[in-house]
């Protein structure tokens, strides 16, 4: 079963980014996210800081961006 989802999440979300820009946009995100709880952001930026930051985590754990699929973009295979 868990061999199934995993195999379904590999076709619909291939690898489309290499090993260094992974750790980039984790970094970058964690870094958005960690300056939205500074005193000086207001509650909107706030948002939008958490917002921009999950989407570099997220796209840095599962080694895919949605952005890349569409233009065909394929850093993975650099590496």
Wanted: glycine content about 10%.
């Amino acid at each position: 079963m868990i061999d199934t989802v995993v195999n379904y999440l590999k076709k619909c979300f291939p690898v489309n980014v290499g090993k260094s820009e992974r750790i980039i946009r984790l970094l970058c995100g964690g870094g958005l996210i960690a300056v939205s709880f500074l005193d000086f952001v207001t509650l909107d930026q706030e948002f939008w800081l958490v917002v921009i930051g999950w989407l570099g985590v997220m796209s840095g754990i599962v080694s895919h961006c949605p952005i890349y699929g569409l233009f065909n973009i394929n850093t993975a295979e650099n590496e």
